[in-house]
């Protein structure tokens, strides 16, 4: 990391202080202080005075913006529920990329790093007094903020739902067909996944989308949970049953003879092969480096993405305080962490080298009509299907944020955006799935953005300089946090703009 860099960015911020951007940004985009006070917040001259500038002292926060009666073990499933989705199938991929010990290493930090932007969106929101991302990208950069900080959230989680509905879309029809044994595949409606998942859509996420609000979905959340507890349980079994090396057919051996010409020609193109994932050998690798191991840094990002929801959750625990949500993400994380290393190095220690990028594919070489495989199938399709309520809920707030904000509830609008985002993301599934490939792209801007840059800028312009100077150790940190996330970001990029110039296509965002 460059030192240079911090100056630099804290400068920036100095240009244009907290609440007093007028300079930089246009007179209708600025948010008053006072101003925000009646449009943001009804209850906001009581809210204020308790945050600014003494509140954030108090031992105690109490906000103003909703009372919550979540409590604090289903705030747990929920945020955990947010957190795991469909990157734990990628994960032991990005192991055979890495080795365990670099996975290891790596899983580590984005953890670290997962939790510490959250500390940053608690503090932040306990300054404002409002707890929703896009309030928070309001009251640093005004609408600019606002909006930046709703698309990403809007893209990033339609990017999940629409993985979620994908494997949707391409498991329920191998489900049916290996539960009523069948050999080939049939015409039948039940067999299409273009059926198969509006099925879905309709009778299981939208009910449960249309709740009210969040916390209703908690015993949803510890059943999705339950069932990722079972594909991990499996995965561990798995790798006693599954015998290593794969009796194999003729045309997967040719396969695996160009997957290894392909990292040959990889390390002539200047990547350094320290060890590269042998396609045919059964040891386990520690540290390996080839061409595929940047994919994991995205791969990770995108699994640990639970920051859209982490206000919303906020918003509806009861009792709140910074301290019991901190602990609650702290909770929702580490055990996140253990599930995520544990699928990785049992998916890894069965296939090796020869794991895919989409670990339940992998179990199709050796039986795919074996009844565990099968039951994992239905436990991880349960545990996306039971997700996609919760990542549609900051959805929906990024979309009244930015189309109808200060409007009081209203049922037909809360119906009507949820059957909107529902369709457009089953249209998306089911006529465009090549399209998915670009929320490769999206995944790698918007993920950085969720977890790094926005947390990290919105922290620096919202804390007030008279309680953290620029160059305090938690600003010039927060600083730090951002350039990383320009790094990752720059980095993942580029990894898929080369992939994708060169054919290749396994850009870890897709998952
Ligand atoms: N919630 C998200 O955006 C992604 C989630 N972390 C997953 O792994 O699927």
Redesign the pocket.
């Known amino acids: 990391m460059d030192a240079t860099d911090v100056p630099l960015q804290a400068e920036m911020v100095e240009l244009v202080p907290n609440g007093k951007h007028a300079a930089a940004l246009t007179a209708s985009a600025v948010p008053s202080l006072a101003g925000d006070r009646f449009e943001e917040n009804q209850s906001g001259a009581a809210e204020m005075e308790e945050f600014l500038p003494h509140g954030a002292e108090k031992k105690q926060t109490h906000f103003t913006d909703f009372e919550g009666k979540t409590s604090f073990g289903m705030s747990v499933f929920n945020l955990s529920n ?7 199938l990628g994960l032991a991929y990005a192991m055979a990329n890495t080795g365990i010990i670099l996975f290891l290493f790596l899983l580590t930090a984005v953890a670290l790093l997962s939790s510490y932007s959250i500390h940053l969106l608690l503090k932040s929101s306990g300054i404002v007094g409002i707890r929703a991302y896009e309030q928070l990208g309001y009251r640093a950069f005004g609408t600019p903020g606002k909006l930046a900080a709703a698309i990403a959230i809007t893209l ?2 339609i990017g ?1 739902m629409s ?1 979620y509905l994908y494997i949707v879309k391409s498991e329920v029809p191998l489900v049916i067909q290996t539960f009523l044994n069948l050999e080939e595949k049939t015409t039948d409606w039940y067999m299409n996944g273009n059926y198969l998942v509006i099925l879905v859509s309709i009778t299981i996420i939208l009910p449960l989308a249309l709740m009210k609000q969040l916390g209703y979905l908690g015993y949803a959340s510890g059943f999705s949970l339950s069932c990722m507890g079972f594909f991990l349980i499996s995965v561990i079994y798995k790798k006693f049953q599954v015998p290593c090396p794969l009796p194999e057919q003729e045309g997967n051996l040719t396969g695996s003879l160009n997957a290894t010409l392909i990292s040959t020609s990889d390390y002539q193109n200047g990547y350094t092969v320290l060890q590269a994932p042998d396609q045919g050998t059964c040891t386990p690798s520690f540290f390996t480096l080839n061409s595929q191991t940047a994919y994991t840094i995205p791969i990770m990002a ?5 920051h859209p ?1 982490v206000l919303p959750i906020y918003t509806e625990l009861k009792d709140p305080s910074k301290k019991k949500m901190q602990c609650i993400s702290n909770i929702s994380i580490t055990v996140m962490y253990l599930m995520y290393f544990l699928a990785a190095l049992f998916g890894y220690l069965t296939f090796y080298g020869r794991v895919e990028s989409e670990l339940l594919h992998t179990y199709n070489k050796v039986d795919p009509f074996d009844v565990l495989i099968l039951c994992v199938r239905v436990a991880v399709l349960t545990a996306v299907t039971l ?1 996609v309520p919760i ?1 549609l809920f900051p959805v929906r707030r990024a979309i009244q944020q930015m189309l109808f904000q200060g409007k009081d509830f209203s049922w037909i609008r809360h119906v009507t955006i949820a059957v909107v985002l529902l369709t457009f993301i089953n249209l998306l599934v089911i006529f465009a799935p090549s399209i998915l490939g670009i929320f490769g792209m999206i995944g790698a801007t918007s993920a950085p953005c969720l977890i790094f840059i926005f947390p990290a800028i919105f922290y620096i312009r919202i804390m007030p300089k008279d309680k953290e100077p620029l160059r305090s150790t938690p600003k010039i940190l927060a600083a730090c946090f951002a350039l990383l996330g320009v790094l990752f970001m720059i980095m993942s990029l580029s990894f898929i703009i080369i992939d994708w110039a060169t054919g290749g296509g396994k850009s870890g965002g897709s ?1």
């Open positions: 947010a957190i795991m989705g469909s990157g734990i990033q989680n999940a993985s995108f699994a640990f993405v639970c929801e997700t990542v998952h």
